[in-house]
């Protein structure tokens, strides 16, 4: 089962908050929520809690799960699972398509990261990140500053840890 997600979108949003996922986003989003009823739409879990940047990261169901996973194995002295219960549990935003494939955002979350009309889909490899078209790409996509730091010969390959 592939739950990773590619590529870069940019879709519009109605006024009623209706904004249609991208196709290659919503097969990925089928394949991780294989436990959803066969007449049920998959899920999304939109996580808003971070207030310091200008969106929201987006789970699958079974992204959603690992993490859940781990916030459950630490330890209960560890001195963030506290913070970590109440940023994956009471920070987000369970959504489920529509039968048209869109996403229902409320105002609230709207408003949080003034989404406009045009908003952007943009993979982060097992999740994705929900945002307005108009976020500097220098704020939302750091791929352009390591390009700089490493050089016109840069290759991304090489940098990568050894697995």
Known sequence: MDTT???????R???KGRVQVPAEFRRTLSA????????????????FGNTTVPWFECHSAASMKRVLARVEAMPASHPRKAAFKIYYSAKVEQVRLDDAGRLVLKKSLRERIALGRDVKFMSNLE???LMSAEV???VADPLDALLAELGPAADLDAELPDA
Do not use: W
Not at 5 to 11: A, K, L
Not at 32 to 47: F, S
């Open 5 to 11: 997600f590619f590529g870069e979108f940019t879709m």
């Open 13 to 15: 949003m109605d006024d």
């Open 127 to 129: 999740t994705f990140r």
């Open 32 to 47: 991780a929520d294989p436990d959803r009823a066969d007449t049920e739409n998959p899920v999304v879990y939109i996580l």
């Open 136 to 138: 500097p790409v220098e």
